[in-house]
């Protein structure tokens, strides 16, 4: 009898344990709450006919119950605010849960791939300043919180509660070497700009395609809805053969299966704005990066939906040079043109050096995504977003005018006495080498080759060394191609 009253002490312990209102785990020491928009504090564990209570800063919000335990508390706006608070929560006047150092100030989510979940401590050995750096990431007001959670048994159900149990992280020289390296980046430059509180929540995931991060909902189109159903199918040669299509070589690759896993919680956690740097499993060896800007663009459309905000920016990275890829050359185009999505910039990396699929120069990564968040979200004047962006070209008897946007400071040569890497066809899918010269905001293009240009195109190649137009600031121009159809996306054939 005392081995089954054992039995039933542990059972009613557990159940009682388990009955204790607690927040989610997304709210934990260190947490960054975003500031001048209405906080959603939620949690789980409540008894039917609970009165549940938060307090932050000294006032007492009501918690509604909803289905299966779970409640939630809604805090109106607050600005950003840097001293450490406790937020606490209360089951009929007896406290269950409380957590310490809890700012206000501005959240960003980063994902993608390799290249964003990328370590600070990774820099260390291929990038000298690396050090100096890191000796100078004591900033207690940048906090980061990694959710490392596996894709579900059932990936096509959304989880209800993170499984990793990880703290917000706050930045130290020690901390800061396990964070995201492009995204830690980017935190200092907006805290030191603005000196609020900053937090970075990181759900990247490496060697994985777009479709994982898309919400399934996203998946509208007629040509984005063929994707969803061949891999529901498990059609997944089809899926691979498709124009734009995608290999799916795990779990983890079907449409929505990291967005169910990692990020759907999370649109009740408010944030600044998305941070996206991928498409490197899109482009690979047989991989076909065709009609990307479209999965792009569903994307940002699902995460804002989810979110509820049509104006949340979408700071994203395009892919530097990698010499064996001929397929980033046609999605840094589909890049760039993913830029007619409203309210979203592309930091430029071209012109950084490194032949490795997983670069160590971060550091300007992370400052140029912070351009253009300053710059656009933040509405900084003197800031410069980007480098220049093709707009349009013109025929001007043998030769293209081309225009550019971003121009601040003027057009210039990085280096070298002329242009390099502009090239121009008559429209017979050969390119030719040509001549450029800046004149005021434009470059003229001509080439002896071609009588009658029809498309120009810059830095379009796996590893264009040497592009050197950049603008007043310094920052480099995009690769661009005028005819996105007269793009390379596939290795060609190798010569016996």
Not at 34 to 44: L, T, V
Not at 412 to 431: A, C, H
Not at 439 to 467: H, I, L
């Amino acid at each position: 009898m005392k081995y089954f009253g054992l039995v039933f002490l542990l059972i009613t312990s557990a159940v009682s344990a388990e009955a204790v209102p607690r927040f989610a785990k997304i709210f934990a020491d260190h947490a960054v709450l975003q500031r001048e928009k209405p906080i959603s504090i939620f949690g789980s564990g409540a008894e039917p006919g609970s009165k549940i209570e938060v307090q932050f800063g000294g006032e007492i919000y009501s918690a509604t119950i909803v289905e299966d335990g779970k409640w939630r508390a809604n805090i109106p706006a607050l600005v950003a605010s840097d001293e450490g608070r406790r937020l606490e929560l209360r089951e009929n006047g007896v406290v269950t849960q409380t957590i310490a150092d809890v700012v206000v100030g501005d959240v960003w989510l980063a994902a993608g791939q390799s290249n964003m979940q990328f370590r600070v401590s990774g820099m260390l050995k291929g990038l000298p300043e690396t050090k100096a750096w890191i000796d100078g990431a004591d900033r207690n007001q940048i906090r980061f919180r990694r959710v490392d959670d596996k894709v579900l048994a059932e990936r096509n159900s959304e989880v209800t509660e993170l499984a990793t149990p990880e703290k917000w992280a706050v930045m130290t020289p020690v901390t800061v070497l396990n964070f995201s390296a492009v995204a830690a980046v980017f935190a200092f430059e907006i805290e030191r700009e603005l000196d609020v509180p900053v937090g970075i929540i990181d759900v990247s995931w490496g060697g994985k395609p777009i479709e994982p991060f898309i919400p399934r909902e996203a998946f509208a189109t007629p040509f984005l809805e063929e994707i969803r159903n061949l891999a529901d199918a498990e059609k997944l040669d089809e899926l691979a053969k498709l124009r734009g299509g995608v290999i799916i070589r795990n779990p983890q690759g079907y449409p929505g299966a990291i967005f169910n896993a990692r990020m759907a919680l999370l649109p009740s956690f408010g944030v600044r704005g998305f941070l996206w740097y991928q498409a490197e499993s899109n482009a690979g060896t047989g991989e076909d990066p065709r009609e990307y800007r479209h999965k792009m663009a569903a994307l940002f459309s699902g995460w804002r939906g989810r979110w509820q905000d049509e104006a949340l920016p979408c700071y994203f990275v395009q892919l530097p040079s990698y010499p064996p890829a001929t397929g980033w050359i046609r999605v840094r185009e589909e890049q760039r043109r993913a830029l007619e999505i409203p309210n979203t910039g592309m930091a430029v990396v071209i012109d950084l050096p490194g032949d490795d699929i997983h670069p160590p120069m971060k550091i300007p990564v992370g400052n140029r995504l912070a351009r253009l968040a300053l710059a656009g979200t933040y509405q900084r004047k003197n800031i410069v977003a980007s480098g220049p962006m093709f707009q349009k070209f013109e025929v001007d008897g043998e030769a293209a005018e081309v225009s550019f946007s971003g121009t601040d400071g003027g057009l210039k040569i990085s280096n070298g006495d002329e242009l390099k890497w502009f090239e121009l066809t008559g429209g017979d899918g050969v390119w030719h080498s040509a001549k450029a010269k800046i004149k005021g905001e434009q470059v003229f293009v001509k080439s002896d080759a071609v009588s009658n240009p029809v498309a120009v195109r810059y830095a379009c190649a796996t590893n264009p060394r040497g592009g050197n137009l950049v603008n007043g600031a310094g920052l480099p121009a995009s690769p661009f191609c005028s005819d996105l159809e007269m793009l390379p996306w596939v290795d060609p054939p190798k010569k016996k």
